[in-house]
């Protein structure tokens, strides 16, 4: 059964890049961010691109997306209206693209091999604390799930927000190209795969904390295809579901 998170959101327009009434709260102070693209600066200089739908609730949850590999990925991989259906649950969204890809800066290569690609995953992260948001949650494709968890695995150290719940769109063992999934830290997760790639998530299954869910959709594609195949309103369904069990 979903859970509708009980928050007052802002309606989340048609295009990628929606408006925003940017109103105080006259309580607490706190100003709905402006909507739409924005841009965000890495701790290594880089500019990256987003598309941002913030709720109308201070310290409301929120959600980062990871698309699969630069250059040839961007943030469009992710439909808008699986992103409004996240906002519709009261999650303010953040929808980047990776260095390297889309309108963003940067070598494509960094987003997922050594250190840097957890730096875009801050930017986003530092940009929700900053506005005011409370917890996260990434869902990450491919080797998006490379920089995901390369980030939840060094954040707490930093004293960076620290993701509450991980999903993996066809996890892989790039997934693991910096960081072993035994340091990440044991939040619930969902791995979403189709049987061909079921091997990398199945050897996971002995780190499982007790919070973790693994679904193989037959007729699935890797990654954010899922979302062009004959399993997508079941994918949507079921990362809809676990997002609102994370922040229940």
């Known amino acids: 059964m979903r859970l509708i998170i009980p928050l007052v959101v802002a309606a989340v327009g048609c295009t990628s890049d929606p408006a925003s009434t940017g109103d105080t709260d006259r309580n607490t102070g706190w100003t709905l961010p402006e909507a739409g693209v924005i841009q965000l600066t890495t701790r290594d200089d880089v500019t990256l691109v987003a598309d941002y739908h913030p709720v109308d609730a201070e310290g409301a949850p929120a959600v980062i997306l990871l698309h699969m590999i630069p250059p040839s990925n961007t ?12 906002h519709d649950q009261g999650l303010t969204v953040i929808s980047v693209d990776r260095r390297g890809a889309g309108d963003s800066g940067g070598v494509a290569s960094e987003a ?36 995901m968890i390369d980030y939840a695995a060094w954040a707490g150290g930093e004293g960076l927000p620290e993701p509450v ?37 199945q050897a996971q299954a002995s780190l499982d904390p007790g919070s973790w869910r693994f679904e193989e959709y037959a007729g699935g594609a890797h990654g954010t295809r899922m979302f062009t195949t004959s399993v997508d309103a079941e994918v949507r369904a079921d990362l809809l579901e676990w997002i609102g069990g994370v922040f229940e």
Not at 75 to 86: N, Q
Not at 118 to 146: H, P
């Open 75 to 86: 943030r469009a991989d992710w439909p808008l209206d699986f992103r409004t259906a996240l």
């Open 112 to 147: 997922y091999t050594g250190t840097n690609g957890k730096f875009d995953v801050e930017a986003c992260a530092k940009r929700l604390q900053d506005d005011g948001y409370g917890s996260i949650a990434i869902i990450a494709a491919s080797n998006g799930t490379t920089s």
């Open 165 to 201: 719940g991980l999903a993996f769109m066809s996890g892989g063992a790039y997934t693991t190209a910096q960081t072993p999934m035994s340091s990440v830290p044991k939040v619930p997760a969902l791995f979403v795969y189709p049987p061909e790639e079921a091997a990398w998530p």
